[in-house]
């Protein structure tokens, strides 16, 4: 199986801050990454697929990156309703792996 | 789009359990399919496919020769069959459509998922 490695963690982070997530893939997983947002309760929701490319309705704000086994999220002008936990994807070859999640608080 | 999981419930270690995704707004049939879990608090596994006409069933690891996946195109409905539950297989369970850019696939819609509670 493809192993997917999220950093950091989690992280805190001011309103209007820039932050990034990186993703790291255990095999070339060429652009078949996808990021998803979710909030406690709620099911995932897709931000952006084929590692960079955004997902409908999704702000600008969000931009993907990165590919082979190097990947990464990035939000700018942090808003409220972005706090939330963040998961990579890679879709290249099943099972679908998941890295462990990016949790991202206010500070 | 709008899929809808039902059937999740408190089962003793050891039962079966179907869960149903009832879908609607695109083109089911024409649609792969998969099951991704969620336990309490922590990340996403994905559990299992199934083509849109029903083939190429792929499983986890930790389910396979337990679960299984089938649909009725007739009906817009996708299932998962769960035999010898376990302790470990709590989690809210979700279905989500496959679909595809430029031959990347990618999972854009999701249900609102449907909780299964194995107690030790």
């Known amino acids: ?107 | 789009v709008q899929l809808v999981e039902s059937g999740g419930r408190v089962v003793q270690p050891g039962d079966s359990l179907r869960l149903s995704c009832a879908a609607s707004g695109f083109a089911f049939s024409s649609s792969g399919m998969h099951w991704v879990r969620q336990a309490a608090g922590k990340g996403l596994q994905w559990v299992a496919f199934m083509r849109y006409d029903g083939s190429n069933n792929q499983y986890a690891e930790s389910v396979r020769g337990r679960f299984t996946i089938s649909r009725d195109n007739s009906k817009n409905t996708l299932f998962l069959q769960m035999n010898g539950l376990r302790v470990e297989d709590t989690a809210v369970y979700y279905c989500s459509i496959l679909h595809y850019f430029d031959g990347v696939p990618y999972l854009p819609y999701w249900g609102q998922g449907t909780l299964v509670t194995v107690p030790s």
Request: aromatic share 12%; net charge neutral; glycine share 10%.
């Open chain 1, 1 to 107: 199986d493809i192993q997917m490695t999220q950093s950091p963690s989690s992280l805190s982070a001011s309103m209007g801050d820039s932050v990034t997530i990186s993703c790291r893939a255990s095999h070339d997983i060429s652009n078949f990454l996808s990021w998803f947002q979710q909030k406690p309760g709620k099911a995932p929701g897709l931000l952006i697929f084929a590692a960079s490319t955004l997902q409908d309705g999704v702000p600008s704000r969000f931009s993907g990156g990165g590919s082979g086994t190097d990947f990464t999220l990035t939000i700018r002008n942090l808003q409220p309703a972005d706090f939330a936990t963040y998961f990579c994807q890679q879709t290249y070859t099943m099972p679908y792996t998941f890295g462990q999640g990016t949790r991202l608080e206010i500070k």
